[in-house]
């Protein structure tokens, strides 16, 4: 494993940014269309605040990419600007498909709770996002930020959920609460090991 260097980390900001700009849109527009599905019963509207919400979040992180705009902010606000598109959207479905409670039960405190915690520890590091994270540890990055476990970890369920494979969805929250699971310990060790903890 590699030991990174335990200078200061790298910049902050800035905050205005293109893909940051992007990001707050995003969420904004799925929160809103999502609550607005939730009260008015539309099963259609939270299709479409799902959509705001992936195809928003592609394009931050493409932006931030494309334009050389990564910064540790952005990085934040994106990793918060999920866990808020996602618990709304989640009550959303919830609501409309209430045999997606268990996995729910399985996924949100997963995704709520340990994700984010995983995936603010970069801040502990020299490096600009979770993204970045290989350059600490590469396994702890390919079960959770290299681009098949993005799509798996929460793609994956949420399509299981979308084709009607409440079971399938179960087992596969199970999994990436296992993982999870696995990463905190991975990564505490890690904080002990470079004297960060």
Same mark, same amino acid.
């Given at each position: ?82 866990? !808020?598109?996602?618990?709304? #959207?989640? %009550? ?7 045999? @997606? /409670? =268990?996995?729910? &039960? ?62 399938? !969805?179960?087992?596969?929250? #199970?999994? %990436? ?7 905190? @310990? /991975? =990564?505490?060790? &890690? ?7």
């Amino acid at each position: 494993m590699t030991v990174v260097d335990a200078r200061p980390a790298v910049r902050v900001g800035p905050l205005r940014t293109i893909p940051n700009g992007i990001t707050i849109i995003r969420t904004l527009a799925a929160i809103a269309v999502g609550v607005t599905a939730l009260v008015s019963g539309s099963m259609t509207l939270l299709v479409v605040a799902y959509g705001i919400y992936w195809l928003g979040d592609m394009l931050d992180g493409l932006a931030a990419r494309r334009l050389h705009q990564e910064t540790r902010a952005g990085a934040v606000l994106d990793i918060v600007s999920d866990r !808020a598109c996602t618990a709304v #959207l989640c %009550v959303g479905l919830i609501a409309f498909v209430p045999e @997606v /409670a =268990v996995v729910a &039960l399985v996924f949100l405190p997963s995704f709520m709770v340990l994700d984010t915690m995983l995936s603010l520890a970069f801040l502990c590091w020299p490096v600009l996002s979770p993204n970045y994270f290989h350059l600490i540890d590469r396994r702890v990055w390919a079960l959770n930020w290299s681009p098949l476990a993005k799509t798996v970890n929460t793609a994956g369920v949420i399509g299981a959920v979308a084709f009607g494979q409440y079971l399938l !969805a179960l087992v596969l929250a #199970l999994a %990436v609460l296992a993982v999870k699971l696995w990463s905190v @310990v /991975a =990564v505490a060790r &890690l904080l002990d090991r470079d004297g960060r903890a």
